[in-house]
């Protein structure tokens, strides 16, 4: 859904404490984040720690169907494991009409930001663009005989 938002997507770790995420979105410039509901108490520092001025919290159950989006949150509290932090904009909020400026995009804008592993010094961003990304598409169709049809669906890991 990032690419559809048309945002910039940059992979990381999500065990990253906000100590070791934060001076990765102060490199790329990050404006805002979105994070996963379970991993909020880790990430409270986060905000304080780089430039990221909007925080939008996502959880398991925004992308459950009916009924089970509403039994999940209440599993997890019978369970004990319900968020505690509810920091940040809810997804279905965010998302809604009206939020957002129009943008137009062209296939040479960055669309990723994949940083190294960092195991020669400081973790480095490389850029793909939207040209990159839709340039994998028809090299996997090509390389996998089964993915000709227009319903095949394929998970990639880009790059």
């Known amino acids: 859904g990032t690419l559809l938002a048309w945002v910039v997507a940059v992979n990381t770790s999500p065990m990253y404490p906000a ?3 934060g001076p ?3 490199d790329l410039g990050a404006r805002g984040l979105v994070l996963l509901d ?3 108490p880790r990430d409270q520092g986060v905000k ?3 430039p990221v001025g909007v925080l939008v919290r996502t959880g398991i159950q925004d992308y459950l169907p009916f009924p089970t989006n509403l039994l999940y949150p209440l599993m997890l509290k019978r369970k004990g494991q319900a968020p505690r ?3 940040g904009t809810p997804w ?3 998302l809604k009409p009206g939020n957002h400026q129009p943008v137009t995009l062209d296939l040479d804008d960055l669309a990723l930001l994949q940083y190294t592993g960092g195991t020669t010094g ?4 490389a850029m793909l663009t939207h040209r990159h990304l839709s340039s ?3 090299q996997v169709r090509s390389s996998i005989p089964d993915y000709q049809t227009a319903e095949a669906v394929a998970l990639e890991a880009i790059p």
């Open 24 to 26: 990765q979105l102060r």
């Open 85 to 87: 932090s509810l920091e």
């Open 19 to 21: 100590r070791e995420l």
């Open 92 to 94: 279905r909020a965010f």
């Open 136 to 138: 994998n598409a028809p």
């Open 122 to 125: 400081v973790a480095k961003g």
């Open 48 to 50: 304080a720690e780089s």
């Open 38 to 40: 379970l991993l909020l």
